[in-house]
């Protein structure tokens, strides 16, 4: 089992930064790739970003709306992935969740692992 919990959630004018962290505890966690997603309201949970597991690299992914503005990063000793948010713009608002799969592949469609998610609200 891996339980997940996020922070760092909040309200922020358009143009502000955040930092989401999202802290692991259970089984190994660098054996396990990590990302985000996020939920607006009335829409879809979407990915935004993944981290792969440390030992293959941990190479990085995001989704196209977010690509130079968020950034992920592990932090192995602490158990923590994080989601640096810069330039945020109204239409970043909603629910991030935090996810983990022992693959990158299964992280993208099916993680096996959430957190509860932390609201960001980005006003305009």
């Known amino acids: 089992q891996v339980q997940l919990v996020e922070s760092g959630g909040g309200l922020v004018q358009a143009g502000a930064s955040l930092r989401l962290s999202c802290a692991a505890s259970?089984?190994?966690?660098?054996?396990?790739?990590m990302g985000w997603f996020r939920q607006a309201p009335g829409k879809e949970r979407e990915f935004v970003a993944a981290?792969?597991?440390?030992?293959?690299?941990?190479?990085?992914y995001y989704t196209d709306s977010v690509k130079g503005r968020f950034t992920i990063s592990r932090d192995n000793a602490k158990n923590t992935v994080y989601l640096q948010m810069n330039s945020l713009k109204p239409e970043d608002t909603a629910v991030y969740y935090c996810?983990?799969?022992?693959?990158?592949?299964?992280?993208?469609?099916?993680?096996?692992?959430w957190g509860q998610g932390t609201q960001v609200t980005v006003s305009s």
């Open positions: 259970g089984r190994a966690f660098r054996n396990y790739a």
């Open positions: 981290i792969n597991r440390s030992w293959t690299g941990s190479g990085t």
């Open positions: 996810a983990a799969a022992p693959v990158l592949t299964l992280l993208k469609t099916q993680p096996d692992y």
